[in-house]
């Protein structure tokens, strides 16, 4: 099981927007800079991230972007969900899933538990838990992310 490279790179992105919180807003040539991801892939993050409730648009002169809720507020889970949607780790536990052995299947009435202990597993790190897990003073972080 491994996340797609734009679900990575969002973790990535919103972790760094993080440490931006205690400041006015940020913008995506800052993050693709800060985190040497290209600046068309965070533009494009930012915008499915936007959509998803967990960064806010700043208008006018100096715009950017902010969270939009505090760092403590957003998960992993959330990040991953608004990058690949519902985490389901099989195909038929998605709605328009197709199974060639749904017949037959044992295992089928299970992946909703066992895809609820993933969630739970991702929603348990939140963005201040990934900003403390870097070399920065907790201190000066934690000021930077109550948002």
Request: overall charge negative; charged content about 20%.
């Given at each position: 099981?491994r996340l797609?490279?734009?679900?990575?790179?969002?973790?990535?992105?919103?972790?760094?927007?993080?440490?931006?919180?205690?400041?006015?807003?940020?913008?995506?040539?800052?993050?693709?800079e800060?985190?040497g991801?290209?600046?068309?892939?965070?533009?494009?993050?930012?915008?499915?991230?936007?959509?998803?409730?967990?960064?806010?648009?700043?208008?006018g002169?100096?715009?950017?972007?902010?969270?939009?809720?505090?760092?403590?507020?957003?998960?992993?889970?959330d990040?991953?969900?608004?990058?690949?949607?519902?985490?389901?780790?099989?195909?038929?536990?998605?709605?328009?899933?197709?199974?060639a052995?749904?017949?037959?299947c044992?295992?089928?009435?299970?992946?909703?538990?066992?895809?609820?202990?993933?969630?739970?597993?991702?929603?348990?790190?939140?963005?201040?838990?990934?900003?403390?897990?870097?070399?920065?003073?907790?201190?000066?972080?934690?000021e930077?992310?109550t948002?």
């Amino acid at each position: 099981m491994r996340l797609s490279s734009m679900a990575d790179y969002a973790v990535v992105a919103m972790r760094a927007a993080a440490l931006h919180c205690g400041g006015d807003r940020t913008n995506a040539s800052e993050i693709a800079e800060e985190t040497g991801l290209p600046l068309p892939t965070v533009q494009k993050l930012v915008s499915k991230l936007g959509a998803a409730g967990l960064l806010r648009s700043v208008r006018g002169a100096g715009g950017g972007f902010r969270l939009a809720r505090p760092a403590a507020a957003i998960t992993v889970a959330d990040i991953v969900e608004a990058i690949e949607g519902p985490i389901a780790l099989t195909q038929c536990c998605e709605e328009d899933g197709d199974c060639a052995i749904e017949l037959r299947c044992g295992a089928r009435a299970h992946w909703p538990q066992v895809n609820r202990a993933i969630r739970g597993a991702l929603s348990g790190i939140t963005l201040v838990d990934l900003a403390h897990s870097q070399a920065e003073p907790v201190a000066q972080v934690s000021e930077g992310i109550t948002a």
